[in-house]
């Protein structure tokens, strides 16, 4: 077990860096002249140059890779690198800020909004998937499921603009405002106000999620329920609800916490298109802007942002289910 | 003669092993209301030209006078533009069909790619324990980890050229995009199959006769996995389907003109006209629930067929 896990934790490593020198790379590439952006429009060529020279753009890729992990840009003298004590993802050139405070003012809005729809989706598609599976090929079965389909194949983008239109556009004609368009209250403010924006997005995000958590909740427990130790319980009096949602729930959950932690993983690295339709300021939006607008510290710190919390999710996963797992353990 | 009736037992063999399953997919339900759905789909994409034709109306051209009322709103569904027109006085019919074929032409290159592209990496790794299979792991592994839609926005800058022209045609760029994060799940697939198969018998019987590796991975290995990525296949299409249309709603997959579900739908709502003349909105976004169902239903309705647990 610790052999595996320092296996694993080694490997995560390794697949860290790899993206992070890919990134580093691509970017250099993609964003020809970040002096070009910097400067102001009227800059003569000297001041390109100097420019250049300060952020050490004339140097080799593999001089720059060193000192973009050891110090930095030293913009404002104080080194930023990645193995700094405390450790910095550089200076954005658009915003003039470092980038590690840029991401860490950005995360209550990512995080709010991945933890809450996680907590609504996993609720309901529980509750989805065991009603369904209690009772395979019944009507609640087939409506659940074609639910769930339609949540499957609708995108998110389409979703949100409908759940604006029909919850905010329409209701608000009618004088009801349940639900803002857009914006961000923090929870330390106005816990409810912040829930009350986030309720849409929430709901995006689940919509979709369901499509996916019903289905593999049902199959998980049909499984689960057809096995011997069920019908045991069952024998020996167990109400069915217990049964149910304890016994063979607890079974089914190993697949379900893999792929929730997965998921929950690509929501952090930014719900992208649900940040952008309900206008909520977070790591995927500043993620974007920077792709967009060429400032390629921003867009190195967000990928391996995203990236670090992949492999840990599922460094995280693998974990959990082999504690849950006696056979394993 | 003993030959020949053994041949055609053969024969005969091989015909109830492969059409029943063949039947039993199309005898479904939710197979053949996929297949149904698919078919309009592709229909709809064969025959836009007809409708162009029909209607004299291309996808990209503007019909300003005739289109947008006086105020410059666009006009709603009537006998030349059914389903109205979007804020430029476009038919969002004939674009709606169009982009149908923005959708198949996407989807199913670049599915096929991560397939032929994943199923040879998990072969390889699946095979040959060790060091290559840790390296190619890890290479998958590196790949899944990148966000999919910055490092889309990446490559899409890494594609403007020195004058601000793209190198390659933003459609192929898209079909690569996806392409570059869906093989990953075909190779880990691929590797998990290759695995169990490469401890059978089978195989170390092939390679005591002296069977190169290479043939026996081609001829022997492949075929026992091939049926099960086409499967996958057939489940990851409406995925990257999509995956077409978020980049494009995002600005950074299919590009305007070129009529593509998502940027109609992102112009319907960037310039909320939606809210006047619904059906800007609700076409493509019809036209896009139908063919992501239609795909779901009939990868789910072989799934059904082929292993009745799951």
């Known amino acids: 077990m610790r052999r595996h896990i320092a296996g694993h934790a080694a490997r995560a490593l390794a697949t860290l860096l790899a993206v992070l020198v890919i990134t580093f790379a691509m970017t250099r590439v993609a964003y020809r002249n970040p002096a070009a952006v910097l400067a102001p429009r009227n800059a003569t060529q000297e001041t390109l140059d100097g420019i250049t020279r300060a952020l050490r753009l004339d140097e080799p890729w593999y001089l720059q890779l060193w000192h973009y992990l050891y110090r930095g840009p030293d913009i404002q003298g104080a080194p930023m690198g990645l193995f700094n004590w405390p450790p910095a993802l550089g200076y954005s050139f658009r915003q003039q800020r470092p980038v590690t405070e840029l991401i860490l003012s950005k995360i209550p809005v990512t995080l709010s909004l991945a933890l809450g729809a996680l907590v609504i989706w996993m609720t309901l598609s529980i509750l989805f998937g065991v009603a369904a599976a209690r009772r395979p090929d019944s009507w609640v079965d087939r409506i659940l499921s074609a639910l769930s389909y339609a949540g499957l194949s609708v995108p998110t983008f389409l979703t949100g603009i409908l759940l604006s239109y029909f919850l905010y556009f329409t209701l608000s004609t009618y004088g009801i405002r349940w639900f803002p368009s857009s914006g961000y209250v923090g929870i330390t403010e106005n816990p409810f106000e912040w829930a009350r924006h986030l309720a849409l997005p929430w709901l995006t995000i689940a919509v979709a999620e369901i499509g996916i958590f019903q289905r593999v909740v049902r199959a998980n427990m049909l499984d689960v329920l057809g096995s011997d130790y069920i019908r045991t319980a069952r024998a020996k009096g167990v109400t069915e609800r217990r049964v149910h949602f304890g016994h063979a729930l607890s079974a089914a959950l190993n697949p379900i916490i893999t792929l929730g932690g997965l998921e929950l993983a690509a929501l952090m690295g930014g719900a992208i298109v649900t940040e952008q339709i309900f206008g909520l300021d977070g790591v995927g939006r500043l993620a974007v802007e920077a792709a967009v607008g060429g400032d390629f510290p921003v867009v190195i710190g967000t990928t391996i942002l995203a990236a670090a919390i992949f492999v840990v999710s599922t460094f995280a996963v693998d974990v959990v289910t082999r504690l849950r797992d006696p056979a394993a353990r | 003669m003993s030959d020949l009736l053994t041949a055609e037992a053969y024969a005969e063999e091989a015909d109830v092993r492969r059409f029943p399953v063949l039947r ?20 709809a994409a064969l025959l836009a030209p007809v409708a162009a034709a029909l209607t004299g109306h291309g996808p990209d051209q503007q019909f300003r006078s005739e289109a947008l009322a006086e105020n410059g709103l666009p006009i709603g569904p009537s006998a030349h533009f059914l389903l109205g027109a979007d804020g430029n006085g476009r038919d969002v019919l004939v674009r709606t069909l169009y982009g149908a074929r923005i959708s198949l032409l996407v989807g199913i290159p670049a599915t096929t790619l991560a397939l032929v592209a994943g199923t040879a990496v998990g072969l390889v790794a699946g095979f040959f324990p060790g060091r290559t299979d840790r390296l190619l792991s890890l290479g998958t592994d590196v790949a899944l980890s990148f966000p999919f839609v910055v490092t889309a926005l990446s490559l899409v800058a890494l594609n403007r050229g020195g004058d601000g022209e793209p190198v390659v045609d933003p459609v192929l760029l898209v079909v690569l995009v996806i392409s570059l994060f869906a093989w990953t799940y075909f190779a880990r697939l691929t590797r998990g199959l290759v695995v169990v198969l490469r401890n059978r018998p089978f195989v170390e019987a092939a390679l005591s006769i002296g069977v ?32 077409e249309a978020t980049l494009s709603f995002l600005g950074v997959g299919v590009q305007a003109p070129t009529a593509s579900w998502g940027n109609m739908i992102a112009e319907a709502q960037r310039s909320s006209l939606y809210q006047v003349q619904p059906w800007f909105l609700l076409g493509p976004g019809i036209a896009m629930f139908v063919t992501v169902l239609g795909f779901n239903a009939i990868g789910s309705g072989i799934r059904n067929v082929l292993d009745p647990q799951g």
């Open chain 2, 24 to 43: 039993a997919i199309l005898a479904e339900r939710s197979a053949r209301t996929g297949l149904i759905l698919v078919g309009v789909v592709v229909l």
């Open chain 2, 212 to 243: 190169s590796r290479r043939r026996l991975i081609v001829r022997e290995i492949l075929p026992n996995v091939l049926p099960v990525v086409a499967v996958y296949w057939a489940v990851q299409l409406p995925v990257n389907i999509l995956a």
